[in-house]
Nanobody, 121 residues
Framework: QVQLGESGGGLVQAGGSLKLSCTAS????????MGWYRQAPGKQRELVPT???????TYQEVVKGRFTISRANGKNTVHLQMNSLKPEDTAVYYC???????????????WGQGTQVTVSS
């Protein structure tokens, strides 16, 4: 059973910074990809950034140049450094990981509980 532990959300003023972290625990064959989605009130969940096992990153246009995703700790921990935050970045941020099941070798997707990020104007 894969579990994701998230931390780092909170309240910050516009222009400030926050760093989110997410650690995947449990037995897996490999971690294929990790990333973050976010969902603001009344809006659909949207992908923010992802990072593959090889380190390839993908960012939504609205966060490019402000957010940086990185992996550490044997690649099972992902960080999201968020700078120059804007009120429109306010949302619940969910960590996601795609792992290869150690028994079936099938790719499974797992989600964290979510952490609230609130940016005040």
């Amino acid at each position: 059973q894969v579990q994701l532990g998230e931390s780092g959300g909170g309240l910050v003023q516009a222009g400030g910074s926050l760093k989110l972290s997410c650690t995947a625990s449990g037995k897996v064959a490999s971690v294929n990809k990790m990333g973050w989605y976010r969902q603001a009130p009344g809006k659909q969940r949207e992908l923010v950034p992802t990072i593959t096992g090889g380190g390839t990153t993908t960012y939504q246009e609205v966060v490019k140049g402000r957010f940086t995703i990185s992996r550490a700790n044997g690649k099972n921990t992902v960080h999201l450094q968020m700078n120059s935050l804007k009120p429109e970045d306010t949302a619940v941020y969910y960590c996601i990981t795609v792992v290869r099941n150690y028994r079936t070798l099938v790719l499974d997707e797992h989600w964290g509980q979510g952490t609230q990020v609130t940016v005040s104007s």
